[in-house]
């Protein structure tokens, strides 16, 4: 709906990314949609929590650390997941299928280590 109503790419890095260094006239519609996914989540938690529930258990700091190790990938990526594995493959962009591939590789593969580091089985 972002692509066919406003010509834009709903990629959240890029959105998100232009609060971070904002335009004049452009900060609107940023603000609303980074506050409808945080309230979205929200009344998701709210309304049906066994839906958000995961079953990795990590402590706050690898948290964070894992979204600072993913805010760099983005960059490098020019864009994160829900920007090429969703929009930009259904243009059809060749960048996109690359970095999705990329992507869902080093994801699998990242999962796959820590498990079994930390002692698990796959």
Same mark, same amino acid.
């Given at each position: 709906?972002?692509?066919?109503?406003?010509?834009?790419?709903?990629?959240?890095?890029?959105?998100?990314?232009?609060?971070?260094?904002?335009?004049?006239?452009?900060?609107?519609?940023?603000?609303?949609?980074?506050?409808?996914?945080?309230? /979205?989540? %929200?009344?998701?938690?709210?309304?049906?929590?066994?839906?958000?529930?995961?079953?990795?258990? +990590? @402590? &706050? *700091? =690898? !948290?964070?650390?894992?979204?600072?190790?993913?805010?760099?990938?983005?960059?490098? /990526?020019? %864009?994160?997941?829900?920007?090429?594995?969703?929009?930009?493959?259904?243009?059809?962009?060749? +960048? @996109? &299928? *690359? =970095? !999705?591939?990329?992507?869902?590789?080093?994801?699998?593969?990242?999962?796959?280590?820590?498990?079994?580091?930390?002692?698990?089985?796959?």
């Amino acid at each position: 709906m972002m692509l066919l109503f406003n010509g834009r790419i709903a990629g959240i890095s890029g959105i998100y990314g232009g609060l971070l260094r904002p335009v004049a006239g452009d900060i609107g519609w940023r603000v609303a949609f980074v506050l409808g996914l945080l309230v /979205g989540g %929200g009344l998701l938690v709210l309304v049906a929590p066994e839906l958000v529930a995961g079953s990795a258990h +990590r @402590s &706050l *700091v =690898a !948290t964070a650390i894992a979204g600072v190790i993913v805010g760099f990938g983005t960059r490098m /990526g020019n %864009g994160c997941t829900s920007g090429h594995g969703v929009c930009g493959l259904t243009r059809f962009s060749r +960048r @996109s &299928l *690359v =970095a !999705t591939l990329t992507f869902m590789t080093t994801g699998f593969l990242t999962a796959s280590l820590i498990t079994l580091l930390a002692g698990g089985s796959l």
